[in-house]
């Protein structure tokens, strides 16, 4: 590497930005050469170029030169990988390939951290990774449960015995509109002895707010709600005391505090509530809460025919949330035929001035997660065309979960009218919950070489056995009784199959088969007061299983992969059809304003990803990738809604980015350094029609353009660059939903953030 060069994945292809790649290493098979990229996507060494499966990596360096600090910025620069918006926080979905949840509650993506599961929600801030690798379509054989449409892994930088190294950065930053953005980072790696090593980093940032609160009540406004601060903290030691034997522990804490969401309202109070009003009309601040810890124990024993592998790990994460939900109550019998006791316009007036809703309690919701992972497994180092791969997964973790939303004070007229009940009681709609799941495993993938190791044939399976008791306990005289004790069971057979061929040199060829699936769930039938909605839908609630089969899916895709020999310009295409089944669907339960999932329809999700680089010369490079997902049921469902024909929930047709890197010597001993991305993302479809009708035009989300730049200078480990992210101003909207206004023609949206223009500075040493 020369003075002003580093490497960056991208797509399929190796980037050299700065520097173009050698020719030697972009030609040869050797894994041994410079500047080969090698990842563990497939839990065994594999150059990046020739693996038979569509594997997207984004190096550190990249991470850190463009300040990408969580999958969120990740995502718009990855084709196909899109994430639906919280409404909470830890809710929130990772899309890939357009296989999106419509209902339900566990992912389609899974996350790993090195060789450990973590749950979507923890999120950890990207700083000290040696890349972040995005694995496209099911992954069922090796990675199991809910890798359905792919996975996300962050694989850190190991400790380095062979010298000390620290690194720290710092950041401050305007938003328009809103508060301050800071941020600050450092890392030190410190030998210990030769043979051993200990690694320390820590990341904080507080992104400032710029959403508006007004009081409901009073009219106060309050500003910049939504701030949200983040901290990321990780020790790891590295010890190797033979040449046959690695050990690597690491601790990671990761903290994050909301004080609100990035959302904007309509309602009642704010009647042209828009997206670009920024503006919410809550009745009390809202908060929410992550504390996670994250253990990882990994030993690596070469016994000569190949390498065992350990990797064990511990997650403890805790959330509460405490979030406004009084508006629910607030239906408007105009429109849905029904109003709550105690909250009848015609009787005790306007919402906001009926002395019962000063009653009614915060939505108050905590989780705490412990799970525990083991895997072990062999990786064999045979000196024949045939290796293989086997091993065995084990998991359990434990759910408790708390939640509340009803009356500080007992409100006669709702307990007597509703439930005929005592009229000094309360009424919550709450619960205390458990929920366990355990998974046995045991994979295997044979892989032939033939043609001097030209081509490749592999095949792999997955056995597994899976059970998930759920038990729900409502509060007593719970106004939607969301009680559940039921145990989901799965167990079956997963396959993948690939075969590929190094056409020329720098020519590849693959093809592949991959099945996954996506776990059901216990579920709560809701109480009396949803009845009649079952009746109108011609359903006995007494027929319904008490959890949701889970879904299961079925991808084939083929790719090509091309690169010059001087390592100046590489390109990679890949297509892909998905078919998708027993899809969890949420069922709306319209008179009692409540939500059930079923399982319903089949889809079909099928499209193509290009990714290109291009070297023009040393100093400037581009990256491209373009994706197109057509992402569609093939059946309706006269229950969930939706016809044969609808996209699929907040999947985009096209995304689309472009990468501009530019460094070279300009300013005496200083570099001049100019980067910028532009990323496009499509329409989304929030909700499904209503059988026989299409979806109503307001779920629809708009398409959004952003926009990115850096310019500074750079020299001997420092750097120093003016940044500005969403330069255009543009507001992208990433969700839209009705869950506090059901029954009006109120919305709550999910948007990003205004410009925010700053400066950060780096050094090395």
Known sequence: ??????????????????????????????????????????????????IAASVQAIGGQNLEDRGLRSLDDVARLVPSLSIAPETGLGDRNILLRGVA??????????????????????????????????????????????????????VEVRPDPSEIHARAEASVADVSGGSANYGAAALINLPLGTDAAVRMSAVYDRRGGFVDNIDPVTGDRRKNVNEVERFTGRIATGWTPSDALEIRASVLFNSRTNGGFNESDRNERLPDGSPDTLLTSRFFPERATDRSWIGNLTLDLDVGAGTITSATGYVDQK????????????????????????????????????????LLSPFINRTHLRQFSQELRFSSDWDF??????????????????????????????????????????????????????????????????????????????????????RIVDTPGALFPVGVDATAKDSGTLFSASASYKLTPTFFAYARYAGGFRPGVGRALP????????????????TIPPFTRPEKLDSYEAGV??????????????????KYRDIQQSLVLPTCASIFDVNAGRATTQGFELEARMSPSRALNFTFGVGYTDSRLDEGDPFSGGDAGEQLQFVPAWTFSIQQDYRAPTFGDWDLVVRSDLSFTDKRQTEFGLPGSPPDAATRLPDYT???AQIGVARDGWEVLLFGDNLTNELPIYGANQTRYFGSDGRTWSVGSPRTVGVRVRSSF
């Open 1 to 50: 590497m020369g003075q002003h060069g580093y490497w960056l994945y991208a797509g399929t292809a190796l980037l050299a930005i700065g520097q173009a790649a050698p020719a030697a290493a972009q030609a040869s098979g050797d894994t041994d050469q410079p500047g080969e990229i090698v990842v563990t996507a497939q839990k065994r060494a594999e150059p990046l170029r020739t």
């Open 101 to 154: 949840p419509s209902g339900g509650t566990q992912p389609t993506v899974v996350t790993y951290l090195d060789d450990i599961l973590i749950p979507n929600s923890v999120d950890p801030q990207l700083y000290d990774l040696e890349r972040v690798e995005v694995l496209k379509g099911p992954q069922g054989d090796l990675y199991g449960a809910s890798a359905a449409g792919g996975l996300i892994r962050y």
């Open 319 to 358: 959330i509460r949330r405490r979030l406004d939900q009084r508006d629910i109550y607030n239906l408007d019998p105009a429109i849905t035929g029904f109003a709550y006791p105690g909250f009848d316009p015609d009787v005790n007036g306007p919402f906001v001035d009926n002395p019962n809703t000063a």
């Open 385 to 470: 065309p045939v290796q293989l791969l086997a091993g065995a997964f084990y998991l359990r973790s434990i759910t408790d979960s708390f939640q509340r939303l009803g009356f500080d004070a007992p409100i006669p007229e709702y307990s007597e009218g509703l439930y005929g009940g005592d009229p000094d009681s309360l009424v919550d709609a709450g619960y205390t919950g458990k929920e366990r799941v355990t998974e046995i495993a045991g994979f295997a993938n044979l892989r032939w070489q033939f043609a001097d190791e030209k081509g490749e044939i592999k095949g792999g399976v997955r056995v597994y056995d899976r059970k998930n008791p759920r």
């Open 527 to 542: 109480g009396p007061v949803c009845d009649p909605d079952f009746a109108e839908l011609g359903i006995d609630p007494a």
């Open 561 to 578: 992969r091309k690169a010059s020999r001087d390592g100046r310009f590489s390109a990679s295409l890949t297509g892909f059809v998905i």
């Open 706 to 708: 952003l926009v990115n």
